[in-house]
């Protein structure tokens, strides 16, 4: 680990992408970016996660991956302020993680203001995710995660069976492809981001508050896939109806339920020059 800098000051800070607003929450540090909460740090806390969504990943790591397992080599698409990588690092040991951040000022902010793990247990790589995703070596990963924004959504090349299927190519053997996929009430973009990971892999199976998946509110849904399946012990069910935003979890054949008759999602054909 890093020496702990003078750490974090609160304000706005230009970023690549815009503007990153630092405000101290509930013990900790939350950042927001072009004002939409995007991480939140508990400086003492590494184990700490305040997202909801960000517990239920937690959630489904440790049930593939238990702590005091070897420690898992982890992707994370989308790093902001590295919460759910902290995290890792903490329960696990000897993880090996790349974050991958678009926004090179706001990667440098996240290494001053914040005492997070050092190469090799986290490396920070700026660039685009899919390119990133496309230039790494075939079975080299155990968990990729999205968590990766435009906005109020996943960038439109993040969500495709192309795209899905260089994931799907970058994990090993019984590797665990975690998504945040936020949403509308009318749960749309969730059902086609479910159909087109599950034409990709064999296990998919999808976690969220029971308002979310009735449709009551705006929030975010976290798809999971994986080669080989994904159970839903009762000891899964149990930990995410504990959580202070008790989650239900949907099983394989409730997952591909869900997602109706909504179409994968493909690359758009190149323009006509």
Known sequence: MAARSSGPEPGRYPIDSGTAELSP???????????????????????????????????LIEQRFPSGSRGPRVLH?????????????HRHPGARQVAVEIDAALAAYAREWFDLPRSPALRIRVGDARDVVEQLTSGTRDIVVRDAFAGDRAPEHLTTVEFTRAVAELLDDGGL???????????????????????????VVLVADAAMLKGRRTGNVVIAASDRPIEVTAALTRTLLADPQPAQILDAARTRAFAGGAAPRHDRAPEAG
Not at 77 to 89: I, K, M
Not at 184 to 202: H, K, M, N, P
């Open 77 to 89: 698409l989308g790093a902001a302020a590295c919460a759910l990588p902290r995290y890792v690092d």
């Open 177 to 203: 492809y975690l998504v945040n996929c936020a949403d509308d009430r009318r749960l749309a973009l969730a059902r086609s981001e479910v159909a087109t990971i599950a034409s990709v892999f064999g296990h």
């Open 25 to 59: 929450v509930g013990g900790g540090w939350l950042v927001t970016i072009n004002g939409a909460e995007s991480s939140h740090i508990d400086p003492d806390d590494p184990g700490r996660l305040d997202f909801e969504y960000m517990r239920q990943m937690a959630t």
